[in-house]
């Protein structure tokens, strides 16, 4: 997030107030001045409700897979749609760095598949899917 941020403010510093009303980014600025508020190109502000967790491993880790990706897909897009070399090269680090957070987690999903249960495609998770009921 902070590398997001350090690029936004450099990309938007020294906007003088007509260049603020032909990008479009005018009213944004009416709200925020030049300060980092993070929301979805559609405008959405972020929302902590975009996190994801249920308590078995292998659906987290599943949302995790998929939040890597999302990341790494917008990644893909800002990069078809920027070619100033400043701000490339940290996007691609960065979506970098989502494909190996995808890897380690995919490796994490197998282990954790591998100890709940062996036997089963679907694996359960002993601590709460117990096989009988006792009062």
């Not at 260049?19 to 300060?35: I, M, R």
């Not at 400043?86 to 989502?98: G, K, M, Q, S």
Request: a negative charge; charged letters at 25%; proline letters at 5%.
């Amino acid at each position: 997030m902070e590398m997001i941020c350090a690029i936004v403010h450099q990309l938007t510093r020294n906007l003088t107030p007509d260049q603020l009303t032909e990008s479009g980014f005018d009213k944004y600025y009416v709200d925020h001045t030049l300060a980092l508020w993070p929301q979805a190109a559609s405008g959405a502000p972020w929302t902590a409700t975009y996190f994801q967790s249920k308590g078995d491993p292998i659906t987290d880790i599943h949302e995790d897979m998929a939040a890597e990706q999302k990341a790494r897909t917008t990644y893909d897009n800002i990069l078809r749609l920027v070619k100033e070399p400043e701000v490339c090269e940290p996007i691609r680090f960065l979506r970098e760095r989502e494909i190996v957070h995808y890897q380690r987690f995919g490796e994490s999903l197998r282990i954790i598949q591998d100890h709940l249960d062996s036997k089963n495609f679907y694996a359960f998770n002993p601590e709460f899917d117990l096989r009988s009921c006792s009062k």
